[in-house]
Nanobody, 121 residues
Framework: QVQLVESGGGLVQAGGSLRLSCAAS????????MGWYRQAPGKQRELVAA???????NYADSVKGRFTISRDNAKNTVYLQMNSLKPEDGAVYYC???????????????WGQGTLVTVSS
């Protein structure tokens, strides 16, 4: 079994920063693309940022220049550095791995449990 565990959410004032972490646990060979999604109340889940195993990244237009995604393949961990936070960034942030390779096979579309980010104005 594999799972993704997020941490780092919390309450921050507008203009502040937070760093989210997501660690994959279990016996893992490697992980393809990892990403961060978010879902605000009453809205659909949306992609915030994604990063391939090789380090290529893409971002939602709304976070470009403010958020940075990175990963440590040796630790099977992905990070999201969020700067200049705005109230509209408040949401539950979910970590995703599109494919996790393990000795027992591949796991597709693995999600974390989510971590809440609240930005006060």
């Amino acid at each position: 079994q594999v799972q993704l565990v997020e941490s780092g959410g919390g309450l921050v004032q507008a203009g502040g920063s937070l760093r989210l972490s997501c660690a994959a646990s279990g016996r893992i060979f490697n992980i393809n693309t990892m990403g961060w999604y978010r879902q605000a109340p009453g809205k659909q889940r949306e992609l915030v940022a994604a990063i391939t195993r090789g380090g290529s990244t893409n971002y939602a237009d709304s976070v470009k220049g403010r958020f940075t995604i990175s990963r440590d393949n040796a630790k099977n961990t992905v990070y999201l550095q969020m700067n200049s936070l705005k109230p509209e960034d408040g949401a539950v942030y979910y970590c995703n791995a599109d494919t996790i390779f393990t000795p027992s096979g591949r796991y597709f579309e693995v999600w974390g449990q989510g971590t809440l980010v609240t930005v006060s104005s």
